[in-house]
């Protein structure tokens, strides 16, 4: 049993370089994709780059002032990070303040830009009929002009699909005379003011009978033609606030831009179905039908049944009471008409939609509405000075303390030293490629608390280093060789460096999952560098120590080497190995 251990022990002695090279080699991977990949340095936080802060106010709505409550702040703030690191900017902070605000942290970065304008939007996506539309500053009342309107982000046009049979905008009818259309349009909203008739049954304030005799509905309607008239989609103030305080129910303005670019106005009935009958939305390049982008949205159940339901309605009608507008927080994003009822239970908005513009839409579609109406207070650019002035001292800090430690290390391990200055070298090389490659791979980026992690780690990288050396001049004080002493001292500090690592993982693991925002940072960077911490003692520490017990300098106990026997205090002669005592032989009387 013992000559097979022996075996072993001896090939594990003789193939240090094996592990050196191993590492070495996934250093040089590392740092060759770092440099193939164009991202050279670790992406930086809001602190140490800038960025943008928006401080965000919760608007309720008309009679609706319990919606700011702590259960709707919540979803929206996590609505809010969801969407903005689905844009794949990293680091930001969404986090409430007080009652009513929110305040959102978006570090500069390549998609910072879209995040901006997505944090704070409501997402409200509504379906409603088309009652009337023209060209903002045209004459007449309707036009039956098939321009399907465009995306708040790129002018996409737009068609609805069902996907078995795609309709097709080019086949509008002609218009009729501006008195027939305007008569059109009055019977419309009145149809549409219909099922408030019967709102009284529930003690609400109905419209009385939709006779059209001079009721209400009818004075509603001629109401809303007037401000029509008078709608001027060119102007943004007017855009931004059109179409604010209507319920869903009733009918309401609406403007958006056609293919052309141009401004589009609309009378728009009551939506028939909106965004929480939406089950899924996601950007697809169609290179089938020559499409391009398009945005996909599949229904649930009963968003299915409803969409089913108005297409059917709308296909009776004449252009452009045959359209429905899909409309995005008060803005028009398409206007398809459709000839006959769509009961596939899936849309597709087609267009002018480039791959970041169709992607906007759908991030949006797919994170869901947020459950409150919020209004920008202040936003506000962050400069990286006051953070590069904390990230300056905190360098000189850590450049403080990496000093004492090679001073240290120097006076009392004296040539062990080399060795340790490598580890720690080794070490520095794989935690800076990782974080560059890991800023694009999964967004990480380097805030001033994580920088803090990474000074921490240099503490628990030296103390494996100690664990071990330690060990192995106990070993030599016993009175071994130094070969021998690297090999036995090695199983047991390896014991002490897991458990210690392990307790360091753990508390960084604990941290990142009950902390938010630069904590997680922090964390991150100490789990990461502890893990780098077993590797580099493995694979590099332990194969050079035994590469270099093979030297003169340090096998036969140089008083600059730090195994000194003399200096340890073991007494010659040093043996290499334990030998079991001699059996004891009696003898026969």
């Given at each position: 049993?013992?000559?097979?251990?022996?075996?072993?022990?001896?090939?594990?002695?003789?193939?240090?370089?094996?592990?050196?090279?191993?590492?070495?080699?996934?250093?040089?991977?590392?740092?060759?994709?770092?440099?193939?990949?164009?991202?050279?340095?670790?992406?930086?936080?809001?602190?140490?780059?800038?960025?943008?802060?928006?401080?965000?106010?919760?608007?309720?709505?008309?009679?609706?002032?319990?919606?700011?409550?702590?259960t709707n702040m919540d979803t929206a703030v996590s609505i809010m990070e969801r969407r903005v690191n689905g844009l794949g900017v990293s680091e930001s902070e969404?986090?409430?303040?007080?009652?009513?605000?929110?305040?959102?942290?978006?570090?500069?970065?390549?998609?910072?830009?879209?995040?901006?304008?997505?944090?704070?939007?409501?997402?409200?996506?509504?379906?409603?009929?088309?009652?009337?539309?023209?060209?903002?500053?045209?004459?007449?009342?309707?036009?039956?002009?098939?321009?399907?309107?465009?995306?708040?982000?790129?002018?996409?046009?737009?068609?609805?699909?069902?996907?078995?049979?795609?309709?097709?905008?080019?086949?509008?009818?002609?218009?009729?005379?501006?008195?027939?259309?305007?008569?059109?349009?009055?019977?419309?909203?009145?149809?549409?003011?219909?099922?408030?008739?019967?709102?009284?049954?529930?003690?609400?304030?109905?419209?009385?009978?939709?006779?059209?005799?001079?009721?209400?509905?009818?004075?509603?309607?001629?109401?809303?033609?007037?401000?029509?008239?008078?709608?001027?989609?060119?102007?943004?103030?007017?855009?931004?606030?059109?179409?604010?305080?209507?319920?869903?129910?009733?009918?309401?303005?609406?403007?958006?831009?056609?293919?052309?670019?141009?401004?589009?106005?609309?009378?728009?009935?009551?939506?028939?179905?909106?965004?929480?009958?939406?089950?899924?939305?996601q950007a697809v390049l169609n290179t089938q039908t020559g499409a391009g982008w398009t945005v996909t949205m599949d229904f649930t159940d009963a968003g299915a049944?409803?969409?089913?339901?108005?297409?059917?309605?709308?296909?009776?009608?004449?252009?452009?009471?045959?359209?429905?507008?899909?409309?995005?927080?008060?803005?028009?994003?398409?206007?398809?008409?459709?000839?006959?009822?769509?009961?596939?239970?899936?849309?597709?908005?087609?267009?002018?939609?480039?791959?970041?513009?169709?992607?906007?839409?759908?991030?949006?579609?797919?994170?869901?509405?947020?459950?409150?109406?919020?209004?920008?207070?202040?936003?506000?650019?962050?400069?990286?000075?006051?953070?590069?002035?904390?990230?300056?001292?905190?360098?000189?800090?850590?450049?403080?303390?990496?000093?004492?430690?090679?001073?240290?290390?120097?006076?009392?391990?004296?040539?062990?030293?080399?060795?340790?200055?490598?580890?720690?070298?080794?070490?520095?090389?794989?935690?800076?490629?990782?974080?560059?490659?890991?800023?694009?791979?999964?967004?990480?980026?380097?805030?001033?608390?994580?920088?803090?992690?990474?000074?921490?780690?240099?503490?628990?990288?030296?103390?494996?280093?100690?664990?071990?050396?330690?060990?192995?001049?106990?070993?030599?004080?016993?009175?071994?060789?130094?070969?021998?002493?690297?090999?036995?001292?090695?199983?047991?500090?390896?014991?002490?460096?897991?458990?210690?690592?392990?307790?360091?993982?753990?508390?960084?693991?604990?941290?990142?999952?009950?902390?938010?925002?630069?904590?997680?940072?922090?964390?991150?960077?100490?789990?990461?560098?502890?893990?780098?911490?077993?590797?580099?003692?493995?694979?590099?520490?332990?194969?050079?120590?035994?590469?270099?017990?093979?030297?003169?300098?340090?096998?036969?106990?140089?008083?600059?080497?730090?195994?000194?026997?003399?200096?340890?205090?073991?007494?010659?002669?040093?043996?290499?190995?334990?030998?079991?005592?001699?059996?004891?032989?009696?003898?026969?009387?």
């Open positions: 049993m013992a000559t097979p251990k022996k075996g072993r022990n001896a090939s594990a002695q003789s193939k240090p370089g094996r592990s050196l090279a191993l590492i070495l080699i996934a250093i040089a991977a590392l740092t060759g994709g770092m440099f193939a990949s164009g991202h050279t340095k670790p992406r930086l936080g809001i602190d140490l780059a800038g960025g943008t802060s928006i401080t965000l106010r919760a608007v309720p709505e008309a009679g609706n002032e319990a919606a700011i409550n702590k969404v986090q409430t303040q007080g009652r009513e605000n929110i305040i959102v942290n978006i570090p500069k970065g390549t998609n910072s830009e879209q995040a901006r304008k997505q944090v704070g939007t409501t997402a409200k996506l509504y379906f409603r009929p088309v009652i009337a539309t023209e060209i903002a500053g045209g004459q007449g009342t309707a036009s039956p002009s098939p321009s399907p309107t465009g995306s708040p982000t790129d002018k996409p046009s737009g068609k609805a699909t069902d996907k078995p049979e795609a309709t097709d905008k080019g086949s509008a009818s002609p218009s009729a005379s501006p008195t027939t259309q305007g008569r059109a349009v009055t019977d419309a909203l009145k149809a549409d003011a219909t099922p408030s008739a019967s709102a009284s049954d529930k003690g609400d304030k109905a419209s009385p009978s939709p006779s059209g005799s001079g009721g209400t509905a009818e004075g509603d309607a001629n109401a809303l033609q007037a401000k029509y008239a008078k709608l001027d989609c060119t102007d943004e103030k007017t855009r931004s606030s059109v179409g604010d305080g209507v319920k869903a129910s009733e009918p309401t303005l609406a403007c958006g831009k056609n293919a052309q670019g141009q401004w589009q106005k609309y009378i728009l009935g009551p939506a028939e179905v909106d965004g929480t009958d939406v089950d899924k939305a049944k409803k969409f089913a339901d108005i297409t059917g309605k709308l296909a009776q009608n004449q252009s452009p009471q045959n359209q429905f507008a899909i409309v995005l927080d008060g803005e028009v994003v398409s206007d398809p008409y459709v000839k006959q009822a769509l009961t596939g239970g899936n849309a597709e908005i087609s267009g002018n939609f480039n791959q970041q513009s169709a992607q906007d839409l759908s991030n949006m579609l797919s994170y869901g509405a947020l459950p409150l109406t919020f209004k920008v207070d202040s936003m506000t650019t962050v400069t990286a000075a006051l953070g590069g002035d904390q990230l300056h001292a905190g360098l000189i800090a850590g450049a403080i303390g990496l000093a004492l430690v090679v001073i240290y290390l120097l006076a009392y391990y004296r040539g062990l030293s080399f060795i340790a200055i490598l580890s720690l070298l080794v070490s520095a090389a794989l935690t800076y490629t990782l974080m560059s490659l890991l800023g694009p791979a999964i967004g990480f980026a380097l805030n001033l608390p994580a920088v803090c992690g990474a000074i921490v780690a240099i503490g628990i990288t030296a103390d494996s280093f100690i664990v071990y050396f330690e060990r192995v001049r106990d070993e030599i004080r016993e009175g071994r060789s130094l070969r021998p002493a690297v090999e036995r001292a090695w199983p047991r500090a390896r014991r002490t460096i897991l458990v210690s690592d392990f307790v360091s993982f753990l508390a960084a693991a604990v941290l990142f999952i009950v902390t938010v925002g630069k904590v997680q940072g922090f964390a991150f960077t100490l789990g990461l560098t502890t893990l780098l911490d077993v590797v580099v003692v493995f694979l590099f520490t332990k194969p050079l120590l035994t590469l270099m017990a093979r030297r003169p300098f340090f096998a036969n106990g140089h008083k600059w080497s730090g195994l000194d026997p003399k200096s340890l205090g073991a007494q010659p002669p040093l043996r290499r190995t334990r030998r079991p005592s001699a059996p004891v032989e009696t003898k026969e009387a």
